[in-house]
């Protein structure tokens, strides 16, 4: 899926949104919801209040924004939608179901949430991927899960080598104000420390053993000369 902003020769904003499929419908409605605010016509799609009044062009510019990007077979069978907010409350239920469905989607993505542990021979950056797509499916759903939150289950369910960062953070760093990317950071940070250490202590085995394969031939040379 493609989607971007970029200027044309005259300085003008010139979007290029992305394609909708049957996959990637949490990532579309973030990139399509930022595109419709730099157009300044997404409150024809989310009013700011129930008073907001959305002017007719407004609300034109946004559903052409949607149509654009979206397949034919949905344009079709969105055809009848007067209203950008009505076309959007469409897709939304076709892909992310009723709000019973929804529900019990996000039931099953907490409980997913809470159950998940990184591995010892896991990454950060793996880790920190799966974290982040739980709960940007979670938020794209309605669920109002804190990033507070976000944070404080990523310490709980980091391994035992990353201990003493996690147990720092906690003590040190106030975990309702930060954020998840400044907790991987540091935890990235910390992931190559160890992994330095590690090289490094391979390496003097690694010439420890050397000299030790060495020590022994220079000995069995010296006791072959004795006997001669």
């Given at each position: 899926m493609?989607?971007?902003?970029s200027?044309?020769k ?9 394609m ?9 409605d973030?990139k399509m ?19 907001t009044?959305?002017?007719v ?17 949905l344009l079709l069978?969105?055809?009848e939608?007067k ?12 892909f992310?179901g009723?709000?019973r469905?929804k529900?019990a989607r ?8 809470e159950?998940?542990r990184m591995?010892?021979?896991e990454?950060?950056d793996?880790?920190a991927a799966?974290i982040?797509?739980?709960?940007s ?12 939150d ?15 960062i996690?147990?720092?953070l ?6 309702d104000?930060?954020s ?6 540091r ?16 390496r ?13 031939k220079?000995k069995?040379k010296?006791?072959s000369?004795?006997?001669l």
């Amino acid at each position: 899926m493609t989607g971007s902003i970029s200027n044309d020769k005259e300085g003008q904003v010139s979007l290029h949104y992305p394609m909708l499929s049957r996959s990637n419908y949490v990532v579309w409605d973030i990139k399509m919801k930022l595109f419709m605010q730099a157009q300044g016509v997404w409150d024809a799609v989310e009013p700011r209040t129930t008073n907001t009044v959305v002017e007719v062009k407004n609300d034109k510019i946004a559903m052409a924004s949607i149509y654009q990007g979206i397949p034919e077979d949905l344009l079709l069978a969105l055809a009848e939608k007067k209203t950008a907010k009505e076309v959007w409350k469409a897709l939304k239920t076709m892909f992310m179901g009723s709000d019973r469905v929804k529900t019990a989607r996000i039931q099953t993505l907490r409980a997913e949430f809470e159950a998940l542990r990184m591995k010892e021979s896991e990454c950060v950056d793996k880790f920190a991927a799966k974290i982040r797509n739980i709960v940007s499916t979670m938020r794209a759903l309605g669920d109002t899960i804190q990033e507070s939150d976000v944070v404080k289950k990523l310490l709980r369910a980091i391994p035992s080598k990353f201990l003493q960062i996690a147990s720092t953070l906690e003590q040190f760093g106030n975990l309702d104000e930060m954020s998840i990317e400044e907790i991987i950071g540091r935890l990235k940070a910390h992931e190559e420390r160890m992994n330095g250490h590690v090289e490094n202590e391979e390496r003097r085995l690694f010439i420890t053993h050397q000299e030790w394969t060495d020590r022994n031939k220079k000995k069995t040379k010296e006791g072959s000369k004795n006997l001669l």
